[in-house]
Structure formats: C-alpha cells, structure tokens
C-alpha cells in the first residue's frame, strides 16, 4: 500500500483528493494535516464523506510515515514548506499549487500534465500539478504544437465553475450574486497563461506567439469549459487523424467529432475536445472538471504513473451526468 | 416630495428600497447613511443602479431635512439608535429590523402588514415592517383568523432565496455549497413566529396554538415559497369566497384558484395565494418575493400609506418572470 | 460475469445504470433495448459515457443470453411486457417500474428496498426497485416502524430534482420555467404513498394512519431531501440509538447527528438521515440521489444480492460534493 | 392612448411586451392574437400577471382598431402576413422577427436599433426590431464604426440565456441538462451577424471584415454577456471619450469605467458597456437583458419614438439585481 499525506487538508482540492483516495485500492491515508481544523473529523469539513472515513485532521507531519505527500496549499505555501523543511530521500511529492510549474534550475519538480510527458512524470520524485484552466487549454493545443502547427496568437475563451475559486466566502463567489450571473476577471493576464506556452514550447520549438485568454466566471460550481480559436490550413480530416494519433496512448482525453457539453466530464477525470474548422479558423473546444482533471484527479493520475500503477487506477468514476 | 433617508445603506434591503425609490415620482432620497462606504458612489454597491443615480453613501445624519427615515440596519440596531438619538417630531420612521414587530408599552411602533390593518398603518407615526418569512405566513393565515378558523397547530414548509440571509458572506451562502443544494435550519423555532402569532391572535381572539415551521435554505436568490397545512371544515369554494372578500382591498394579494410557482411573484411586490381542499386539510400556498413584498416593497408600500398616498405607487413592477 | 440486458435504454434510469455497471467487475452489459434508438452508439444518448464503450441500441431481445434483466420502462410497460413474453427460467429480474410494487397474488416479485428485507431479496428472483421518493420517506421511518412507534399521520415534505421528471421535455422541466422556481404536485395523492404503507405494516403491524405527503419541485437536477414530522415519546438519545441498530448492517444509510444537506449525498448511493426532537415533535431529515439510492443504484444494490455479492459492488462512488 | 395589438401572443417576446405595455401610461392594449390560446386568459399562459390582467386571447384581428401592431411571430411569419394581409393606411409596425431586418428595395422597414439612428426610427411607420445577440454586439462596435476605427476581424464571444431559444421544449431547454451546462452552436455562422455588418457598414463606410462569433448557451434564463476584442490603436482615456460621446443621448446604454457582470442589466432595458486596453488589443465588454433591450424593451422604445413619447416611457425598469 502507498502511504499518503495531505498538506492543506481543509481546501475543495484536499477534499476532492481525499473523495478519490478513500476508494483507491493501493492507497492508504496516513495523515491530513490542517492546522485550523485540527482534531476535527474529515466529515466536518468534507462534505459526501460521511460515513466513508474516520480520518480526522492533524496538526502533526510525520512525514517519515509516508511515501507520497500532496501539497493543496495555497500558492506560495510549498515553496515556503519546502525552503523550510527537510524532506526524507524516498517521499514522493505531488504539489497543486503553482510553485513549482515553471521549471528553474533551482528545482527538480516535473509537470505533471501526462498528455505532455508521460515518461518523465514515470520517472520523477516531485510533480508539479497543472493548473485547472492550464490544463483545459493544453489539451486543446498539444497535438498542433506536435505537428508545428501553431504560427500565430491563440484566441481563448474558457468559463470555470466557482469551486476554482476555492472555499474562502469573498463577493464573487456568494450565491446571491453569482447565481445567473457571468462576469469575466484577469483578461490577457491570467497566471496559468506561462504554463501552457513552456508546454507548447516544448513540443514546437518554434512556437512563439501569444494565448489571447480570456477567463470567464461561470455561475455553476463544476468544469471548465473552453473555446481555442487560431487559423490553421490543415483540413478537418486531418486534423482529427493528428489529435487522435496524438491521444491514443491518453485513456483520459477523448476527441469526440460531435460538439461537446460541459457535463459530459463533470465528476470524471476526462478531458473532451471536439475540432471544427470554419474556412480557415480551427475552433477547438475543450472541457474538463476543474477539481479532477484540473486539479485532484490528475494528481492522482500522477501518483499512479509515479508509483507504476495504471493510470486510471481509482479514475474510472461514475460521471454526475446531470 | 417626500424627502427620505436610509441607515444602513448597503445591504440587500437598502439596495433594493433605493432600486424603488429612485423610481416613486413623490420622493426624492436625501441621504444613504452607510458608515462602512462613506464617500463611495451608491453604484458601486448597488448594482444595477448604474446610471440611475449619483447618490454617494454619507456617514451624516441630516435628520431635520427629511420627512422619513427607512431603518435597513441589522436586528437590534434600530432599538440602539432610538435609544441613543431624539429624532424630529415630525419624522416618520419605517423599520425594517425586527426590533419593534412585537407590541409593548415601551414603544409606538405599529406592525406595518397593511393586509392587517391599513387604517392603523397609515395613521401611524412610526412602522415595523414585517419580515419576509411572517409575511408570507401570514397572508396564508390571515383570512382564516378573520373568520375564527385556527384551531389546531399550523403545519409551514417554506423555503427561501439566498438573498433572505444577507450580503454577508458564509459558509451557507456560498456558491459552491449552495448551487442546487437543500437544507433547513431553526426548525419550530424561527424568529418569525411570534409576530405571525400575534397578528393571527389580533384577528381570532381564541388563537392558541402554534406555527409548526420548518424554514428550508433554496438555491435561489430571490423569493418564498411556503406551504400551510391544518384541518378545516368549510369547503373549498366558501374558503376561496373568504379569501377573495378577506383581500378584497389589498392590491397586492392575488387568490388563485390554479396552482402557483414561486417565479410568478419574483421582483413583484405581489403575494399569490392558491388553496385546495383535500379530504378535511386545507393546503395554502402562498409566495412573495423577500426583498419586496417580504422587505422593501412593504416598506415603500408603508410609506406610501403613512404619506397619504396610493399604496401601489412606485410598485406596478414588472415581473422578471424567468 | 452476469450478462445483463436492460430495456427501456434511452432513460434517464437506463443511462445512470450504464454510468453504474461499465465499471461494475463482475458484469457485461449484453444488450441495450431501445426501439427508439436501435442501431445508434449509446453515448450519443447517454453523455459522460463517450470513451467507456461502444455499445450500440438494438431492438432485438437476446434473453437466452443474460442472467439478468433490468426494466427502464415507462410504468405500465413491464406488465405489458411480462404479460406477453415468458421469460428463461433462469432469468432475474430488476424492474424500475411501479407495476410490481405493491405485493398482489398474481406476482412473485419482491419488494426491493434492502434496508427493510435484505433476506428476501436475496432468495427472489424478480425485484420491483423502490420508487425514489418512496425509498427517501422509508428510510427515514423504517427504525420507527420496526419499534411500534408510528401512531399518527406522518407530515412528509420533499423536494425532488428534475431528472425524477424524466428525459421527455414539458413546460416543468423547460429551463426557462423551473430555474429558480419552486412549486408542488400531486399533494396528498402522490402514487408512492401506498408502498410506503406496505412497507411500514410488515414491520408495525398496528400501523394504520395516513402519510401526508407534499411533493415540491426542486429548481436542481439531481437528488430528494425531505422532511418527515409526527409525535413521538422517545427521547433523541433512544431514537438515535435505534436508528443506529437499524441501519447496523445497511451499508448505504448513515445516520448523522449533525444537520445534513442534500448535496452530501449527490452522486452517491448513500441515504442521510438526521434526527431532530422539538418538545414532543420528532423531525427526521433523509436525502438521497434520485437517479441511485432513488432508481438506478438501488437497483444494482438489488442485483449484487439477487447474486451474491457484496452489497457495495460498483456502488462506491465519488460524491460529486459539489 | 395608443392602442396595440399583438401578433403570436403566446411566446416569451410577447409575454415580456405584455409585462411592460400593461404598465405604460400611454398605451391600451387592444387585442393579444393567438390561434393556439384562443379564448384562454392571458395570465394562463404569462405568469407573473396575476391580478393585473383581465385579457383573453383572440383569434381575430381587428386591425382598425388599433394604431400599432407587433409581431412577436416565428421568423418568417411576419413576412408571410405581410404578404397576404393588407394593413389599414395609419398602421404602424413592430417586428420582432428577423424577417426585415435587412434593408431592401422590396420593403419599407427601418432597422429599430436607436442607439444606431433615432430620427430614421422617429420618421419610420415599420420597424424591424433587432436580434437580441445583434443588438448587444453592436452597441459594443457602434462608436468605434463611428470613428472609423475597425479595420480587422472582430473576435465576439457572447453567451445568452435561455430565454433567448423561445419558450418551444427541446433538448437543450430542458432544466436537467442545461442545469450547470455550458454548450456552443452555430459557431462563425449566427442568423445575427449580416444584420451587425449592415449597422456597422451604415457608420463605417470602408468597413469590410468580419465578425468571428461564437455564441454559447448559458444556464441562466435572462440576459446576453458579449466580450468583444479587437486590435485598435487608440488608447483607453480616448476610447472612453469617444463611447461616451457617441451614447451622451442614448439613455439606455451606459458606459461604466468598472468592470461590469451580466446581473447587472438583467429586468432592464439598459446596456452596460465597458471597455479595457491591453497593450494593442481593446476588449469591449457588453451586455443586456435579451427579452428587454435584447427584444420587447426595445420595441417598446421604437414604439415610443414612432409616437413622439420619451424615449424611456415605460421602461424606468426596477433591475432584479439577484
């Protein structure tokens, strides 16, 4: 059994790691750590769990204990950890936060998006976990950056649900004003725009061109949806041949030749996309579940490559559907 | 013209009493009093404001200059104030905290339901405006007391919009726990009840029994919904001739005799009301929109009757319908 | 492997249980009968299943080839249906429909909710799976009626989600209606109530008042929530403890000594249940998804003791939580 | 008084015309045609004009009687009317379908977008009513066609409620799937873009490219947000002078140097706007209410400027805000 730690045990991505933990069969909680709610049971604070677990929260980090440690700290807080502590040689890590997605020579942290580099993730000892909209996005993309496809700037427009926003209360994310209600935030600056071009990057060398994206606040809790707008002359046919030879080995990635709907991924850890060229503009349309495949799920999908599991191991999960 | 002030300028009830009395062709609103957003224009907290008004929130008290004060303050903030200030002889007061909705000698205040007794209502000084939740209730209840009817405990289930707890954040109003969610809370023994109890005693002197209501939390922003349960011998046809003579004169009460939904009452400062007879239980419906009928529509529609003028002023609204 | 064949394909019921038994290790799905759909992939019906199989609709019927079959048919069809074919001797039965619910002479199928006769289940060979709400309003008096207790009629409100209405469009179930919305139906003559009276006398023999039972239409997809309120002399502390010993060996319900929300339970299998007294006045909480513990999933439930698994086979889903 | 007639009086545009003309001082409503409803009471079919309301349909169409007609019919109806049908001399029109949006010598319609030009409308007897997504985009671009400002593609991507698909059931309006669902159609291909192009044309001589639209179906009922990007050299304060200059008589479309979210027009007639440089790019955001400004507010508004009324009778509209 891998042994596993949670840092930032109170938070939804905590939460969702923890729904998807409890029924991985090769996984044992060892310890969650959330200073706040220490001695408080799991079920108080992570609700649908009643009834599935005794866990309760620990201020203590007995990381000698464990074989892999998941860190769904706020951004900045595992850089702070790690600077400051002392991690045993065999412990395995899995960061959600951004800390560590860019690669510097100062760290040795992986991006762990597995459609990218699957072999890498298999052999590295720290993960860093894509960003929910980093990776609707990338998934759009990967295949024409395959095939040097990209030549100009990329038009993105991707709505997320307001769990992306985190468990915090705060004014855009109280029901009486984000129930029926759109508004966009961060336009052409949105922080995971870095992430998706050093992917890019990596499979065209020369790519260099700008994502145009712009976010948008959905008023369902759920997903990540996303149009990707660049001009390309490759023809439909081709086009679905490339991201099909491209996903073939990506159990998690289907590419669908109807049009897609946010709540077909909503609860799984799957990322649809769906191609459609109009003269010569290529739209491309993405969708995940922001806390699986944008956050917890492909955590665990990165655990399961770090440890030689099956990918989908504990991934193959009932859709919600509705 | 009516010159008007509002305390505590920057919630849902003062939002909304300004959404109306921007447009009450007798009145011109002279100060929003908001300690927290002195200086700030009242768009910026208002939404949907925007262009309607250059209104900025002041932490002044101009008394003198106004000829009614709307009261928007947090429960037990009214009674401070009047305790602590003299106000002018000739300023009238609508109250729209629950400080003074119960009758006592120490006070003046008159419950402002004007279903119940317009004629007090409009030659009153002072009005506590009923809340949202005993509004409904009552208006269900109400022609049965007139008529000596209650005579057994009154079952409720009623249900409420978000809107109805306040722009405060918490973990209840927060999207991604309230988006299609349900919940109840202070089962047998919300707030509301003792000003429902005293309304139905003022009626039928015999009342003695008791308001069994359980208040469900809805995953909608705006609105009421409750259903009134208790054994009744008349007919359904004597009852609905009651009803409609018991509303004979409120503009805004409607009896159906079809079934109703809570979206037909929304941004309306109508009550809709539809009864059914079923073996010997009477099942009332009744629904209101919270932040109108239940808040802010009665407080303009009080104000209309302390002023003398048509009660419906200011409140022909358009429905919103969807 | 239980070769299953299911009819009635195209359903709401019917999707939810392809969503349940493609990951189900000890069944293979035979055949999907829907005259309607014959000859099309299953998921351009069923969304969330694109990437788990390539099963297609057929109108044929292979009963020589399964073990067992699942009815997702409107009420009314499975008596047709059984009327008009004579099944293999071998073949089990689940049926979704109402049509065997209530027990009669001329049938042999076995009422199937698990938490009132698991035993039954067990031996039988043709199983009427619960209706929804009927299984929510069951679950939270069966301890009750099992110690005598239920001497008066019970007051049942519940709200229900939009997937209990089914997949056929209609003016309640077009968005622009119910988003947002509040109404009820069928109050007092809702067609559940006689299998919950059938149920409560096999275990309180006495039983014999009325369910007076108020069903709402929630303005969400997914799940029922209801409240259930009668006098009762026990105290909490004896009612939690026979709720506990209840539902010892029921591995779906938990009782929760904290108030519960409809979403813990959403996308699970699971039943809260939460006890409140108020003086004399016992309020019981219960939720359950509509589309599992309500259809779908109690229907496998149903099948994994018809064959002698484990209960929880394939029913250890994540919550969707949010 | 004006008095109105209504042609396909059972639709969504309709009902929210009849929510605003029952309250408008100047009109009666004469007769609301609808073969289907014939004889019903028109609160039977719009809900939320309980009580304010004694109309019944009609099969007939008196059309000496009145002075303005509307067509709330199918796109293609008003033109099949037109065309078999001769209308008394005095006779003004509103159409609120697509069918004369486009100018051509074979008809005498004057595009009804006053923001666009006013005194056309002020002078015309028909007005074709623009399209709810062309209306919201176009006041986005109108200042910069003014100024001869758009020289490239325009990229729009605007999501709308679901209201805008009309109150006919179908899959994609029915609550269970588009609950929480964001979906596209008609990418690059929308029935709205000529009648864009044409407005723009009118301001813009040398305008000559396109309008990239994708439009998405929201989970919301009411209102259309648009973002709107397109390169531009001008800078932020300019650009800000120029849209207030060009709307300084529009008083419904404001310009807000905020960001703005869709809630905040929704039940008015008014169009926020608000724009954003980001080094060369300008992004416009827009948005209405599609049945208001998006449809029978803005007949209401031509109807008003046919007559000589203000502009703004009838449509000092309370905003839900929630």
Redesign the interface.
Known sequence: MIKAGIIGGAG?TA??LL??LI?HPEVEITFVNSSSNAGNPIV?V???????TDLVFTDELPLDEIDVLFFCTAHGDTKKFMDSHELPKHLKVVDLSMDYRLEAPEHEFVYGLPELDKEAISKAKYIANPGCFATCIQLALLPLAKNQLIHENV?V?A?T???GAG?K???T?????????????K???HQHVPEIKQSLRKLQGSYNSEI?F?P?R??????I?A?V?LHCKANADSLYLMYKEYYADAPFV?V?E???????????N?C?VHL?K??D?L?I?S?IDN?LKGASGQAVQNMNLLFGLDEQTAL???????
Not at 46 to 52: A, K, P, Q, V
Not at 258 to 268: A, F, H, P
Not at 316 to 322: G, I, M, N, V
């Open positions: 939804y939460g969702e729904r998807l029924n108080d992570h609700e649908g769990l009643i009834g599935e038009i427009n709505i649900g307001s769990t468990v209360p705060g004014a994310s109280h029901f009486s004003w984000r129930n029926n209600n759109i508004s966009i935030y336009p052409f600056s145009d712009i948008y959905g008023d369902f809790a759920r997903g949806f149009t707008v289907h669908s109807k049009n897609i709907d946010l709540k077909q991924v909503v609860n799984t799957k649809l459609e109009h003269d503009k739209l349309i969708c806390l193959k999960l009932k859709p919600s559907a509705f």
